[in-house]
């Protein structure tokens, strides 16, 4: 298990205790919070893992990103057979797939060939409303633990789920705004703000949490446009 929110999230010990239902659990989390890092790797400096158990929970710290996280477990504990990330206090719907560390970690645990999931919940999903989510959690998993084909999933619960969605990503313009303010001392500053622009298409995973659905996003590594691959050969024919 891992997530972008660090150790000490209320998500991530929230999700051990439905996982260790299913197996053995072990947590390899950052030692801070690693929210919007994406699929960042460290390279310029060593890392460092300690043992931090989390309740009863054999958990380790790691001064790194969440994907340094889960190559750092796969490598300890290895064979994995399912790596889980989250529960992230905060969606990731659409876009946000491609700046979320939670589900970096789940990609992370693809390229090396082990299945993952990633979960996410409302930013209001504070201690209350993750204890009522977790039944859905249980669900997600028991469907998904023994299916070889769901390799990486995408997960996002509402506050107050009504049922299950299969869904695809919702890939619109985003409103990714540059925001400047000023610093006590005068000097100039800026907030990256990125917001849904439009409003999301029927079975995306931003429509499904918007009608209390549970999201089940499948998601794939191969970026490539195979649309597009097709057209550009027969366009732009080039040779070596
Ligand atoms: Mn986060």
Redesign the pocket.
């Known amino acids: 298990m891992s997530?972008?929110?660090g150790i000490f999230s209320p998500g991530l010990k929230s999700l051990a205790e439905v996982a260790a239902e299913f197996g053995e659990v072990r947590i390899v989390a950052p030692d801070v919070?690693q929210?919007a890092m994406g699929h960042a790797i460290t390279i310029q400096k060593p890392l460092h893992i300690h043992a931090t158990p989390i309740g009863d929970f054999e958990a380790y710290r790691v001064s790194g990103t969440p994907a340094d996280c889960v190559a750092l477990g796969i490598y300890h504990f290895g064979p994995v057979d399912l790596v889980v990330s989250g529960i992230?206090?905060?969606y990731n719907l659409g876009n946000d797939i491609w700046h979320s560390?939670?589900v970096a970690a789940a990609k992370q645990a693809s390229l090396l060939g082990i299945a993952a999931v990633a979960f996410s919940a409302h930013t209001e999903a504070h201690k209350d409303e993750l204890a009522q989510l977790l039944s859905w959690v249980r669900r997600v998993l028991a469907l998904l633990i023994n299916d070889s084909a769901a390799r990486l999933v995408n997960v996002n619960l509402p506050t107050y789920p009504k049922g299950l969605l299969w869904t695809r990503q919702s890939v619109r313009h985003y409103e990714g705004r540059i925001i400047p303010g000023e610093d006590p001392m005068g000097r100039k500053h800026y907030w990256f703000a990125a917001r849904p622009g439009a409003l999301p298409n029927e079975g995306t995973d931003r429509w499904a949490v918007q009608h209390e659905l549970v999201s089940l996003t499948p998601l794939r590594l191969d970026l490539t446009d195979e649309a597009l691959i097709e057209d550009a050969m027969r366009r732009m024919p080039v040779s070596v």
Do not use: A, Q
Request: aromatic content about 0%; hydrophobic content about 10%.
């Open positions: 997530n972008d929110d919070e929210s992230n206090i905060g560390g939670t």
